[in-house]
């Protein structure tokens, strides 16, 4: 979560560390965003945030760390777990496309208010285009985070 990673906490700790970015269209995200949370801010969303990271890793001598969008995930998930498996060096398994509905330890402590539908699921729903309609200073907020948005969706793993 971008967002936490204030200007002044240390880096040098992530060095050593391997990262991946996923990403999601502003517009998208701030529907969503919208219906926990009344106001959104550009820093709220965390693109800026992911942006500075990725450059400060490229600086740091990690080349093109992976990112993915969450739409090619909904799109192709076998297909977007296995490049981001690829890209990482781990073991793609076929067992990521589903798991048990509920809270599961790994979630961290924000998964019964943040993720509703992923407590609930058991695999990955097909990709479904939605009309957005967002208010204006949402909508604001979006065209404020897509140079950062289409920074890293340029950067995004092709398969």
Known sequence: MSHHLLPQV???WMRSLTHAFLIREPRAMLASYNRKREQATLTDLGLPQQVALYKWLEEQGHRNPPVID????LE???GALEALCQSLQIPYQESMLSWQ????ETDGIW???WYDAV?????FHPYQPKAIELPAELEAVAIAAVPYYEFLH????RF
């Open 10 to 12: 240390e880096r040098a």
């Open 70 to 73: 969450s739409r090619q995930v």
């Open 76 to 78: 192709n998930p076998g």
């Open 101 to 104: 509905p509920g809270i599961h």
């Open 111 to 113: 998964a019964g208010h």
């Open 119 to 123: 407590v609930h699921s058991t695999g």
């Open 154 to 157: 340029e950067r995004r793993l």
